[in-house]
């Protein structure tokens, strides 16, 4: 059903493609593939229509947050050595646990663990679906943040936000389907995080920069007015309708030129979807905007409320970086502080306005953290990188919420119950959203490729 | 009975392989199973390992040139009559752009139309001509470019320049021009090293071996980053010059293709030896050395650098000094205390004295330093290259790697079957060895020696009998000329890929192919001097022929194609006449979106570095294929163009459409300073409105002004000259820093610096509007507008 799509064929794609392809739609009827942006129905009933994944870059400590061990209170500064030709200099050599600096307590009905940095998230609580049974390959963040986000720990593949647009299409023809929101400063691996891969170039997630233009050229260089650009687009389209009548079997004169018309629309349009400041004074004090500390990820919060109201499939924001070496007590506070009331807001607000059920939340890093710290100079209360273990949660459509699946050992080094593989995860993503990942695939170098690379298994214990 | 038994077990295997039922059996080295080994294929899917044909050229149709007979014959079996010859006008821009990426110049235009000589005649020495402009070079560099995956840097989490690639791009460049035969060439990149010890030219082609991503960081596994290059490198050989994606067969048989999972490791075997190094060579008398004086910006960062170290270290000192006074203890400092065992609690804390941004400030200054002296080889002959030897144990890669003097120091590498392509569980060991299954070519052995393996490989590979190197390259060849391969996934030659249209055509061409001494030029000769690359675009009955050869597989029609990315902007240079025609030399750093160009992004432990234009104009204005190609930052614009990204092997572009691309070319900044440099130029040539306007047109569609166009124009240009008049325009400020706020690591504190952009302090701006009359500006309104009109960005 999504198989197989001519290489060289023409691709409308970007900021509402759609629009535009359903003015020559006829002239492309031949293939029904050839309106990559459209909505369509995915392989089973979806249990939500967009994803807000909520991206924790640098790798948050489970141990810190949401996993409590104990036993490393005990352990606390006793030294071992480690030594294995599967190790990367990092995680070899002389160690010692390290205790978490924070207070753990249970919240909600759930009783889930939380430490007590976490304020206002643990209000709901039992809105999440704690998953402790993931295991990633890498313990390197560019190839590791490839791996959750593409699947494939070497980059170059399609991001998981590409897919879903591959197989759902979009909502709202004016907006790309697959939006991020990235810090200031672009993560380790940069934009192969969220590209299309070999995808068509119509499923590339669009990066909203946080400062300056949203959109690189959105609007034309200073001093050329909109009446000015409306007299250099008349004569453009004169001559293109007179190039036209010389090539009238040339199929994709008519798309261009659609493409040009739209693109002004937008210019006037999409500043207004994406300026957060017209919500009211209640709504932006929720999302803690206006605060030194939760005013850049509340934003992206509630933009991203506000772009899944407007139909965008979905929508990735980064916060970070997480890779707290050192200091974890002061680094992951400072961290859990930026994000805390933002992401508690986005869930009640969600809630309130009845969207909640229809959109997934997913929070989660690259990989989790060591219960141990390297000896580097002198003892650092920090944590190295551990693929092993992790935290994830997820919220809204279709998850088991109120539940913590899943489980670590004693002291956080690596999953020991309901163990799966990143694959597997991506796999019920794509299944709560109403695909099948053994189906949506895409034929690519000699094979059919999939997110999952090979296949992958749903995680039931996760799904409600 | 017996028969009928056995047949019955062929089918049950088959439905069980998801296989042919009938078909033919492959001869392998042998899967991981029986069942594997002896399973059968559909004979069209297996058409690419067959001995190459001898095939006639048909017959029965009146064609002058081989290459039609055959796409005629095919024409004619599908009642299809081909398009009428393209114009001449429509002729020379094709074929300009399809063999140097460059519109024709205005001359070339006028000496063709005017040729006395017959049609064909005279496109044969357009062709001929174009053939020896040093441009040819340029464009099918660009091709191979993309095939293999050519950038200046390593990507992941560093993204460190490679700072010599550049010989190898410009390696390529040479190879194309000088039309080295195809056989010497894969040689020469495969075993550039073993079969001409001591030849620098030979020496760089290696760098092909290298042109994956890779790093090895304090975070890698050696033994898994080694794996991943050794996997890289097979797969990289496979698609590019086998046109197979090994990596199918890497933890299981192939699925669809006769490549057993021994076959890739046999294959991996030969490369077992490869080591990386940048040795140092002597410059050949062709490279280009211009621009090296660019390397005092760089010191003076350095420099810069090292000063903010040094800052930090003397307040870092002074704070311990007055720690230790206070407390009546001697000054020591934190290090040697630890050493000589002194109490923690009279030792200086960790870091003391220093604030958040001091932290943030000396790993940035650090780590911007380290990458900084890296490049430092871009101005010294140091080749991206390999040698064969043992494998030694590397710890974390952050600089050039030398050629050990013992090259049996380290440990010889076992290859084995990987079990599940892990590392870490080999399974039974291979020897070193060739894809199994193609036929018609002597099974050269592989050494199990130290050096010598990739020469024998490379031997294999180049035999004139070679059914995959020729038809591989014939097919690319083909696919770079007329849009779209014989086969159509120039990478995929196996049973998942489409299928030849023409198979007979891809075997006679492959054998003209060596005949002619695998020269690429009279290959490419032989395909543009064809009536089937002369054809119109239009053809008087363009549904049947939809009808009958979908995707315009029987080539009755020339397909229009979008100019690359690099053709873009390569023309609208030499349009304004700004275009610096020179070849090669280390990368250039043209204007790019200057947001994308000052987006801070994340390597390890700090930023990269922000990317700085060069600020002499000549050096910007270079040609697209010479700006530097950094992994972690690609050009926007290029990327909105569907350039590929280099992380995986392009064997065709796609073009798409859609309005990233209007943002780009109607709204960019560098694209309004080609539009105002192209009417600065206008103006300046002299000449009344009509005058200029008619000499526009000509230039950029090669075709005579239409009355209603000169019109238009004319009414164009006199509503925005008013306009302009009650317009004023600021000079553009270029911003000579940058402030950055990042999260200190350790204590997950902001804290903000500034990056200074030192060689933006000499930036030569490119004419700006407020520098140009009303009049001209208001052309440049024209300009624009023609830059992004369909006339200007397809090719017919």
């Known amino acids: 059903m999504f198989t197989n799509m001519h290489s060289r064929r023409r691709h409308l794609y970007g900021l509402g493609a759609s629009l535009g392809s359903v003015a020559f739609s006829s002239l492309l009827a031949e293939e029904p593939a050839s309106k990559p942006l459209a909505a369509k129905s995915g392989h089973a009933k979806a249990r939500a229509k967009s994803c807000i994944f909520l991206m924790m ?6 141990i810190d947050t949401f996993d409590p ?82 699947g494939n720990r070497f980059g170059g593949d399609p991001a998981i936000g590409a897919w879903a647009n591959y197989g759902l299409g979009s909502a709202n023809a004016d907006l790309p389907g697959f939006i991020v929101l990235p810090e200031l400063a672009y993560p380790q691996g940069g934009a192969s995080n969220w590209s299309n891969g070999y995808l068509p170039a119509d499923f590339q997630g669009t990066a909203l920069r946080p400062e300056g233009s949203p959109i690189l050229d959105l609007q034309p260089p200073p001093g050329i007015s909109r009446d000015h650009q409306r007299a250099n687009l008349d004569l453009l389209g004169k001559l293109n309708r007179r190039h036209l009548a010389r090539h ?130 002198g003892t650092a209360y920090g944590r190295d990188h551990n693929p092993n273990a992790m935290t994830m949660w997820f919220a809204g459509g279709g998850v088991r919420s109120g539940h913590t699946i899943g489980a670590t050992d004693a002291i956080g080094e690596r999953a020991v119950d309901v163990v799966h593989h990143i694959r597997d995860v991506h796999v019920t993503l794509l299944h709560l959203l109403g695909l099948d990942d053994n189906r949506l695939t895409y034929y690519h170098a000699g094979r059919y490729k999939q997110l999952s690379q090979f296949g992958g298994r749903r995680i039931p214990q996760l799904l409600a | ?80 009559k081909p398009a009428p010859r393209a114009d001449r006008r429509t002729l020379i821009r094709r074929v300009t752009y399809s063999l140097t990426g460059l519109p024709p110049s205005e001359e070339a235009v006028r000496a063709f139309v005017n ?17 020896e402009s040093p441009h040819y070079g340029e464009q099918m560099a660009r091709h191979w470019l993309d095939v293999v995956r050519y950038a200046d840097s390593s990507g992941f989490a560093n993204d460190f ?70 996997d890289d490198v097979t797969d990289s050989v496979g698609q590019v010059f086998l046109g197979h994606a090994l990596q199918c067969a890497r933890c299981h048989d192939h699925k669809f293709d006769p490549v057993p999972t021994r076959d890739y490791y046999a294959i991996q075997a030969v490369f077992a030896t490869t080591q990386f ?26 420099k810069r650098y090292q000063k903010i170290l040094s800052d930090i270290h003397a307040k870092q000192v002074s704070a311990a000094k007055q720690w230790y006074a206070t407390r009546g203890l001697p000054y020591t400092p934190r290090k040697d205390a630890l050493r000589k065992g002194i109490p923690e609690e009279e030792i200086v804390p960790a870091r003391h004295g220093l604030a958040p941004r001091d932290l943030g400030m000396e790993r940035i200054g650090r780590k911007t330093i380290a990458r900084h002296q890296w490049e430092r080889d871009r101005y010294q002959p140091y080749a991206f290259a390999v040698y064969s030897g043992h494998t030694r144990k590397i710890g974390v890669v952050s600089g050039r790697l030398k050629v050990p003097q013992d090259r049996t120091d380290g440990s010889l590498e076992e290859t084995a079957i990987l079990t599940g392509g892990d590392p870490f569980s080999p399974g039974e060991p291979v020897r070193p060895a060739v894809l199994s299954a193609v036929s018609g070519v002597p099974v050269t052995p592989i050494p199990s020696t130290v050096a010598g393996r990739r020469a024998a490989f490379a031997e294999w590979l180049t035999q004139d009998e070679h059914p995959l190197t020729t038809r591989v390259m014939v097919n690319r060849l083909w696919s770079w000329h007329f849009g779209q391969g014989l086969a159509g996934n120039p990478n995929n030659l196996g049973a998942t890929g489409k299928k030849p249209t023409h198979p007979a055509l891809l ?221 004023t325009f600021a000079p553009r400020v270029i911003p000579i820093e940058v402030s950055r706020q990042a999260k200190e690591e350790v204590t997950g504190e902001t804290f903000t610096f500034i990056e200074e952009l030192e060689s933006l302090r000499a930036y030569e701006s490119d004419r700006q509007p407020h520098e140009a009359d009303a009049r001209t500006r208001a052309l440049a309104d024209i300009c624009l507008v023609l830059f992004n009109s369909n006339a200007f960005a397809y090719v017919y």
């Not at chain 1, 352990?75 to 050595?81: D, E, I, S, V, W």
């Open chain 2, 1 to 80: 009975m017996r028969r009928s038994a056995m047949l019955f077990l062929i089918t049950l295997g088959g439905c069980l392989l998801g296989r042919a039922e009938e078909g033919v059996p492959m001869q392998t080295s042998g899967g991981l199973s029986e069942r594997w080994t002896e399973r059968l294929y559909r004979a069209e899917d297996v058409w690419a390992y067959r001995p190459l044909q001898s095939p006639a050229i048909p017959a029965p149709v009146a064609a002058d040139h081989p290459v039609d007979a055959f796409i005629l014959a095919r024409q004619a079996a599908a009642g299809v």
């Open chain 2, 507 to 727: 075997d006679w061409l492959a054998r003209a192919f060596v005949r002619e001494g695998w020269s690429v030029k009279a290959l490419t000769r032989l395909l543009l001097t064809s009536q089937a690359y002369q054809r119109s675009t239009q053809h008087p009955q363009p549904s049947i022929v939809a009808d009958r050869g979908p995707h315009g597989t029987l080539y009755a029609v020339f397909p229009p194609r979008r100019l690359t990315a690099e053709e873009l902007r390569d023309s609208m240079l030499f349009h304004s006449g700004e275009l610096n025609p020179s070849l090669g030399g280390i990368p250039v750093r043209p204007d790019i979106n200057r947001e994308a160009a000052l987006q801070p992004r994340m390597i390890m432990g700090t930023y990269a570095p922000a990317y700085q234009p060069n600020p002499e104009r000549h050096r910007r204005h270079r040609r697209s294929l010479y700006a530097l190609k950094l992994r972690g930052l690609r050009d926007p614009f290029m990327e909105v163009f569907n350039q590929p990204g280099p992380d995986k092997s392009c064997e065709i572009r796609e073009t798409s459409l859609g309005t990233p691309q209007v943002f780009s070319l109607f709204n960019g900044e560098e694209i309004h300073d080609r539009a105002l440099g192209l009417a600065h130029r206008l103006i300046e040539e002299g000449g009344d409105d009509e005058v200029v306007l008619e000499r526009l047109i000509s230039r950029l569609f090669h075709r005579v002004i239409e009355p209603e166009e000169r019109r238009d124009l004319l009414k164009h240009w006199e509503v925005m000259e008013a306009r302009h008049e009650t317009l």
């Open chain 1, 248 to 377: 009238p079997d040339h199929q994709d004169l008519r798309a261009r030129m659609s493409s040009y018309e739209l693109a002004f629309r937008m210019q006037m349009e999409v500043p207004g979807i994406l300026d957060v400041e017209g919500e009211d004074d209640r709504t932006k004090a929720l999302y803690g905007i206006g605060q030194a500390e939760t005013d850049a990820f509340g934003r992206k919060c509630l933009l991203a409320r506000r772009l899944v109201e407007q139909g965008v499939r979905f929508v990735q924001a980064y916060h970070g970086t997480w890779d707290s070496h050192d200091a974890i007590g002061k680094a992951h506070g400072t961290l859990v502080r930026n994000v805390d009331q933002p992401i508690a807001a986005l869930i009640q607000d969600l809630k309130q306005r009845g969207l909640l059920e229809e959109t997934l939340i997913v929070w989660c890093g690259e990989f989790g953290r060591s219960p141990d710290n390297g000896v580097r100079s």
């Open chain 2, 115 to 131: 040729d006395p000589d017959g049609d064909q005649r005279a496109f044969e020495r357009v062709v001929d001509r174009l053939l």
């Open chain 1, 57 to 62: 870059e640098g790798g948050p400590s489970h």
């Open chain 2, 161 to 230: 320049e490679r700072p010599n690639a550049w010989r190898y791009r410009d390696y390529v460049v040479r190879a194309f021009n000088r039309d080295k035969p195809y056989d010497v060439f894969v040689r020469e990149q495969i075993a550039g090293d073993e079969l001409h010890p001591g030849d620098v030219e030979s020496l760089i082609a290696t760098g092909f071996l290298r042109m994956g991503p890779w790093e090895q960081t304090a975070m890698s596994v050696p033994k898994i980053t080694r794996q991943w290059f050794l």
């Open chain 1, 69 to 150: 061990k104990p036993k490393l209170i005990d352990l606390h500064l006793q030294r071992f050595t480690r030594k294995d030709e599967k190790l990367s200099g990092m995680a070899s050599g002389t160690r010692y646990y390290v205790r978490s600096p924070f207070d753990f307590h249970q919240v909600g009905q759930s009783g889930a663990d939380m430490s007590t940095e976490w304020r206002h998230l643990a209000k709901v609580a039992d809105e999440l679906c704690f998953y402790r049974g993931c295991q990633v390959e890498s313990v390197n963040h560019p190839t590791a943040m490839y791996h959750v986000n593409t």
């Open chain 2, 277 to 302: 190094a940048e040795p140092k060579t002597a410059w050949l008398p062709d490279e280009n050395r211009e621009g090296f004086d660019e390397s005092e910006h760089l010191e003076a960062r350095i």
